[in-house]
């Protein structure tokens, strides 16, 4: 049997509590008793989900969820939008959960997208999420940017970071294990598994790295 998940100082009532206040104090449309009654019917869902992700992040302490932490606040709020919006269609208290992420933690993390089980924010300011394809063991880091070009999202395979201030635009396939460096912007260009993208002289450099950095992040299988 699964180790239940340690919600630090508030437990699960008080988590719920804390959240909807947070909707109640920053969106006061008096709408928060309906707000409560959908995070209430799919919190243990989404903290279901949410354990899996930190249990996944090799320096966070296993079954155990710090909701002052923000990077795993951060986290709990988007799965939340996301399992709402998943299993109901409602998109009132998904979209305001949105917002909440984005006022409090500066992440544009919209509750479509399609998240994987088990990705680490470094630090969430700036970040900016497109309809991609993302996978699992993702590390992206603050001020970095996923976005469409004409239409066209890219695809992140097993494993990629995303270091801080850079960019992945248009029809990309960042492959497994693949590393983008500080203000790289990758623009519908592919990156080949295991490789380090940097800028150089005449575009994009690519070349393999020495060991699997992705270890440093997560609790690999």
């Not at 305001?96 to 300011?125: Q, R, V, W």
């Not at 066209?152 to 850079?166: C, F, M, Q, T």
């Not at 623009?187 to 575009?203: K, L």
Request: aromatic content about 10%.
């Amino acid at each position: 049997m699964n180790k239940p998940l340690n919600i630090l100082t508030l437990g699960r009532n008080g988590l719920l509590t804390y959240t909807t206040r947070q909707l109640q104090n920053l969106l006061p449309d008096g709408r928060e008793h309906q707000a409560s009654l959908l995070i209430g019917d799919h919190i243990d869902q989404s903290l279901a989900r949410l354990q899996v992700c930190i249990n996944s992040v090799k320096t966070w302490a296993l079954d155990e969820f710090n909701y002052l932490h923000s990077s795993q606040y951060c986290t709990f709020l988007y799965y939340l939008s996301n399992t709402i919006w998943r299993e109901t269609g409602n998109t009132e208290v998904p979209t305001k959960l949105f917002l909440l992420n984005k006022m409090l933690n500066g992440i544009d993390l919209f509750y479509e997208i399609n998240m994987p089980a088990m990705f680490f924010i470094g630090h969430s300011t700036g970040i900016v999420f497109a309809k991609a394809t993302y996978s699992n063991y993702l590390v992206v880091y603050q001020n970095t940017t996923v976005g469409k070009n004409h239409g066209i999202a890219p695809v992140l395979d097993e494993g990629v970071i995303l270091y801080p201030n850079s960019a992945v635009i248009g029809g990309c396939h960042i492959g497994k294990e693949a590393l983008i460096a500080q203000g790289v912007s990758v623009i519908s260009t592919d990156v080949a598994p295991g490789c380090f993208a940097f800028s150089g002289e005449g575009g994009l450099i690519q070349k393999p790295t020495k060991r699997r950095i992705i270890e440093d992040f997560f609790r690999m299988p």
